[in-house]
């Protein structure tokens, strides 16, 4: 069985043409619909149930909640013609902070889709040229188009939603 890798594991290339910006907003702009097609019908007891002291489906969609402002920055950071990303907190002290368990799973897929849907408005308003500004990312130590942040967001994007899925197969098979 081929093990997943972890997200700080994870090495990035990018050979896709800048001209691929417009899809890549796409698989933005489709996250938020994308979870909550996977976790509508879950009962609340799956949606919070932790493996271990790993992040419960809830937290999971929480933080792509908390790490949208992160992005948003990122985006500033482009406009501003910065050299070097702002970093993430990879303790993840905002995710924590929230505590996502304690709200509803409403609350916080409508957060998700207005904070996604502010990051794609943003996007949509850019010319074609920016997508082609380049920045270092910190942790990854390479620079980085916008076109290929926003990669890399959507694999994040993909990432917890291929960690939601299996936590659903673990926890309520028939929901599959």
């Not at 933005?28 to 609340?44: N, S």
Request: net charge negative.
């Amino acid at each position: 069985m081929v093990t997943r890798i972890p997200w700080f594991e994870r090495k990035f290339v990018y050979p896709n043409p800048t001209g691929f910006y417009a899809e890549t907003i796409e698989r933005l702009r489709g996250t938020p619909a994308r979870l909550e097609d996977r976790l509508q019908t879950l009962p609340a007891d799956v949606l919070l149930r932790r493996d271990g002291d790993k992040w419960s489906i809830q937290e999971h969609a929480g933080h792509l909640v908390s790490l949208e402002a992160l992005v948003q920055g990122r985006l500033a950071d482009y406009a501003a013609g910065l050299a070097t990303l702002r970093a993430a907190d990879v303790t993840n002290r905002a995710t924590h902070d929230a505590n996502w368990s304690a709200l509803s799973l409403d609350v916080v897929l409508t957060a998700f889709r207005e904070a996604r849907g502010g990051t794609v408005r943003t996007l949509d308003a850019l010319e074609p040229d920016a997508f082609d500004q380049v920045a270092r990312h910190p942790r990854l130590d390479m620079p980085m188009r916008l076109v290929d942040m926003l990669e890399f967001q959507a694999h994040h994007d993909d990432f917890h939603l291929a960690t939601i899925s299996a936590l659903i197969r673990a926890f309520a098979p028939a929901h599959v």
